[in-house]
């Protein structure tokens, strides 16, 4: 791994990914031992840093792929430096300029998931789900407090005061949904239970 102008280029991920903690990273698809689309997911998995493939493939299902599996852009080779260079300072101005304190309001990651605010989405390098309004201010709460224990009672309060008397099987409807929805998208969360209690959101990876 060598920097280059201040941002790291990868040749493997792992332990020496997270000890440099690069702000972004520009990589090719093809590298020793796996190609960058796996070390996109493996980077998406413990960072939300811009991915920037720069590629001599060009065909539009390598730059679909490319996407799915993280990459925030694909630059096909040949390229013009400029292009490049304008492309990787929008990419750290969305993710450390003048908006970043908000972005970071409305994006928020536990483990390899991350929960859109804006967009209403729970995804993974793998798969995205739409949640509904009741699902995103659940999966809000647990978010916001994992790994700490959400009462019942809190989740009725917060969610559903405004309209008036709730029967808990709504809320056990609702629960059951979001888990699918974890399953659905591969992520490493799990909602237990806590009998008598409430729910509680942990990383099966920790």
């Known amino acids: 791994m060598s920097e280059v102008g201040g941002f790291v280029r990868v040749s493997y991920v792992g332990t020496v990914f997270e000890e440099t ?28 840093c811009p991915i920037m493939i720069l590629s001599a493939r060009m065909s539009e299902l390598d730059q679909i792929y490319g996407i799915e599996n993280g990459a925030d852009d694909f630059i096909t080779k040949p390229f013009v430096m400029d292009v490049v260079l304008a ?18 309001r409305r ?8 929960l859109n605010l804006d967009t209403v989405r729970l995804s993974t390098p793998r798969q995205e789900e739409v949640l509904t309004v009741k699902e995103l201010q659940l999966c809000h709460m647990f978010f916001e407090a994992s790994p700490n224990v959400v009462t019942r009672q809190q989740l009725l309060s917060a969610i559903w005061d405004e309209e ?20 659905n998208v591969q ?3 799990e909602l237990k ?7 509680q959101l942990t990383d099966r990876d920790k």
Not at 107 to 114: A, E, H, P, S
Not at 169 to 178: S, Y
Not at 193 to 199: A, S
Request: proline content about 2%; aromatic content about 10%; charged content about 25%.
């Open 107 to 114: 994006l928020l990651q536990k483990g390899n998931t991350i």
């Open 87 to 104: 492309k990787i300072n929008g990419q750290i101005r969305r993710t450390y300029g003048e908006y970043a304190k908000n972005a970071e």
């Open 21 to 48: 903690e690069p702000h972004l990273v520009i990589m090719d698809i093809n590298l020793p031992y796996f190609d960058g689309y796996y070390w996109s997911r493996k980077i998406r998995q413990i960072s939300t």
């Open 164 to 183: 008036g008397f709730v029967e808990e099987n709504t809320l056990t409807v609702n629960i059951k949904r979001l888990r699918k929805k974890l399953e």
């Open 193 to 199: 239970t806590i009998r008598g209690i409430g729910y």
């Open 187 to 189: 992520s490493s969360l």
